[in-house]
């Protein structure tokens, strides 16, 4: 009985060896994850389901999409699996179910104001796993280049920053507000938006603002107002001079 009950231990042991270790939805949004790309696998427990229109013939409401993670920071996810199930069927997922998934596509996070969001076609993985919630601490600069926001990975939220980088080009939009596009390196592009009322009645701004030129490295005070994977626009608080 002793050798059966080692041999069983021993077997569950191996088991949990092999078994893949996979992120919740909650740690790779604390991680500030950009993109969940293609492949990648993870965890989370359903929170919200939507359904379609109720059908004229089966009267049955087919399942589209469910939310996992909560409401401030979820994943909305078409799942697979569930493409042919509807609301009330035996194997319809809940509200309060876990699953694990594959990502079917590359899916941006999106990070407005103090929300994080991410959209994807899903499918459900069925292999041996375990959920991984060890955080990794992410340390935010207070100063950054545009070559260091992209070669990180990582998003910035609301954080208030200093952020350089070489301008490509400054344009007023037709609200009257000034554009700024930052140029990486490697071509990324951050767009920073400077509003009209924060400088259109100092000519003390105005004249530094047309003293830059299209080339030069230049540093903004300020936060991303939108981070939708490698896109990221930044609200400026004020151009530093330099």
């Known amino acids: 009985m002793k050798k059966l009950f080692l041999l069983l231990l021993f077997i569950g042991f ?12 909650e740690k790779i949004f604390k991680e500030k994850v950009k993109t969940i790309t293609e492949g990648d696998l993870f965890y989370g427990c359903i929170f919200f389901i939507t359904y379609g229109d109720e059908d004229l013939f089966t009267q049955k409401e087919k399942i589209h999409s469910i939310k996992i993670g909560d409401p401030k920071e979820s994943a909305d996810l078409m799942v697979k699996d569930f493409n ?3 609301k009330g069927d035996t194997k319809a997922p809940k509200v309060g179910d876990c699953y694990a998934f594959m990502s079917l ?22 292999e041996d796993y375990t959920v991984g919630q ?32 070489i301008v490509d080009k400054m344009f007023v939009a037709g609200d009257g507000n000034l554009a700024i596009d930052l140029v990486s390196k490697q071509g990324n592009v951050i767009t920073a938006w400077y509003m009209k009322f924060d400088w259109e009645n100092n000519d003390s701004i105005k004249n530094h603002l047309r003293s830059i030129k299209t080339g030069d490295n230049i540093q903004l005070k300020g936060f991303f107002e ?13 151009v530093i001079e330099q």
């Open 14 to 25: 191996t088991n949990n060896i092999h078994a893949e270790v996979i992120p919740s939805i």
């Open 84 to 86: 042919d199930l509807s």
């Open 105 to 126: 596509m590359n899916a941006p996070v999106m990070v407005m104001t103090d929300k994080r969001m991410v959209y994807a076609r899903v499918k459900l993985y069925l």
């Open 134 to 165: 060890n955080i990794i601490k992410r340390i935010l600069k207070d100063e950054l280049t545009i070559d260091e926001y992209f070669e990180d990975g990582i998003n910035y939220g609301q954080k208030r920053i200093k952020l350089t980088g």
């Open 226 to 238: 939108t981070e939708i994977g490698e896109t990221a626009f930044f609200s400026i608080q004020s």
